[in-house]
């Protein structure tokens, strides 16, 4: 993860393309059916599931899906049970990963991220081997291509909400926050019509790791694994890599 743009990696892990989309919505399903069950299926009383529903929105996830699977899992699919649990391992090189997933079957998860790390030079580690080199953030993230927004304006309107910085490159707005102002500094902007990009609470390398082309090949094949894997929801890493072709 690049340190000076934090974007470039969590983009970098997002989907590309409309096949790899469906993917990315069985993940935020499973988010929607943990907030739902913890605090309820109405937004307006819920901030975890607005936060959920923002994040939706930001991956151009429809209404339509958003209500059907807030609707589903406060049914009878309330019942089904998403335990959250936390990896922590390296990849080739020494790169640090925390893989963070959503399971109804804890055996059957930590198999596959073992597998997927194994299998490309890499090792599931125990827990706390690597957190300590990441610092958790909100990161609400504005892209503006065609120049039309006023970077003093965002910057204010930022500053002003409760964010703790924003960096401003290319047209890309990178907001940082307090984990604890996330779904605040959120709402604020959101209510003052901004459209985001990406809007999650994330995990931050404190420092970076370089790596060599093949180590970045091979670290590439452990994210897609991971991705792949309905029930792996995050992958936080802080190698350098380069753009994937």
Known sequence: MSGHNKWSTIK????KTDAVRGKIFTKIGRELAVAVKAGGPDPATNSKLRDVIAKAKANNMP????????????????????EENIYEGYGPGGVAMIIETLT??????????RHALAKNGGSLGNSGCVSWMFEKKGLIVIEDEDAELDEDEVTMAALDAGAEDIDANDGIYEITTDPAEFSQVREALENMGYDFASAEVTMVPNTTTAVDDATAKSIYAILDMLDDNDDVQNVYHNAELPEEE
């Open 104 to 113: 109804d079957n804890k055996n059957r998860t930590v198999s596959d991220v």
């Open 12 to 15: 970098n892990k997002k989907a």
């Open 63 to 82: 209404n339509d899906n958003i209500n059907r699977s807030i609707k589903k899992y406060s049914g009878d699919l309330g019942s089904v049970n998403y």
